[in-house]
Each structure stands twice: as structure tokens, then as C-alpha cells.
């Protein structure tokens, strides 16, 4: 048996549970590369919505999906995805299909600048309520330095709470890396 690499596999989870035209959030935008593959798996008639605070990150990916000609289906953010479900438009409250974080800091960027525990998990406690049953939440953990650790801790203990009658939970890791390496939690809404 194969194992799927962490970022791969993340996509994959994705590409099962959105089809075209629906509705999905990329919570930490970075450098653009998951908006631009949400905006082209939703097609032409679906909606992005990303969230960044970080506004080198947003005019990056602008400028991405610029030059690939989808940025009519994408909404970006410059603020926290603690402010989902305020941001969202009522009308894709429960329509959500997928969500994507890719938690830590913005490769190239400040590396002070890092996602944090209480934001995100408070971002995640909005999108379960904003997605629609047979929804995907992808969380990218990325634990290599201090403040990572800490968030992967405090994630693991919230994701262990989730009633397992309102979402399936999973961890997928390699487990024999010398280093910490990226690991998924997948949050599939019932």
C-alpha cells in the first residue's frame, strides 16, 4: 500500500466532498495555492471565500488567481477566520462544503505571525455550523516550532471532544519522521 503525502491527501478529502458549484472557505489563505484549487474545483458557478490577516497574503493570491482568470469566484478577507460565520452571507449558512486551514505561519513570511489556538478553534466551531451535512474541514497542522506545538495540543483535545454524533474525526500522520512533521485533521459533518 501506497500512503498519500499530507498535502495530496488533504486535497483529496476535498475533491470528495465538493462538487462544482458549491460553497467553500479556504480559513487561512497563505500563499494561494489552496484558493486557487478550491476556485477551480467549486467551477465557474461556485464561491470561494478566503480569510487572511496577513495582507500580503491576500494580494498575492489575488494576483494568482488573477492569472488564472478565477478571481470572480473567489471573496477574499484581509482579516481573522475567527470571523467566518459573521462574513459568510446568511444565504450560505448550512451550504458549506468544504473548509481548508493551513495552520502556523506564512511560508516566506514573518514567522512571528502564527495562527493561534483560541482563533482557530473558534473558527472551526463556526464552520461546523455553517456546513452543510457530508461536509469536509481540513485542518493542516503544522507543530515544528514552539507556537505550533501548542496549537497542535490545544486542537487535538478540542477535535477529541467533538460529538462523534455530529462529525466523524480523523487524524491522518506519519508516525516514524525524526522531525515533527505536518499532520491532517479531518472533520467530516453528519
Sequence with gaps: MKLDRILPYTRQLLERAVSLGE?????????GNDTLFLARLVGEHGRVYGFDIQKEAIDETM?????????????????GHETIEDTLPPVHHGKVAGVVFNLGYLPGGDETIVTRPRTTISAVE???????????????VYHGHPEGAVERDYLLRFA???????????RYQFINNQTPSPFIIAIEKR
Design 23 to 31: 460553497v467553500v472557505i479556504d480559513a487561512t489563505v497563505g500563499n
Design 63 to 79: 494576483t494568482k488567481l488573477e492569472e488564472h482568470e478565477l478571481k470572480n469566484r473567489v471573496l477574499l478577507f484581509n482579516q
Design 160 to 170: 477529541e471532544q467533538i460529538d462523534g454524533m455530529e462529525a466523524h474525526v480523523l
Design 126 to 140: 463556526q464552520c461546523l455550523r455553517v456546513m452543510k451535512p457530508g461536509g469536509m474541514l481540513v485542518l493542516v
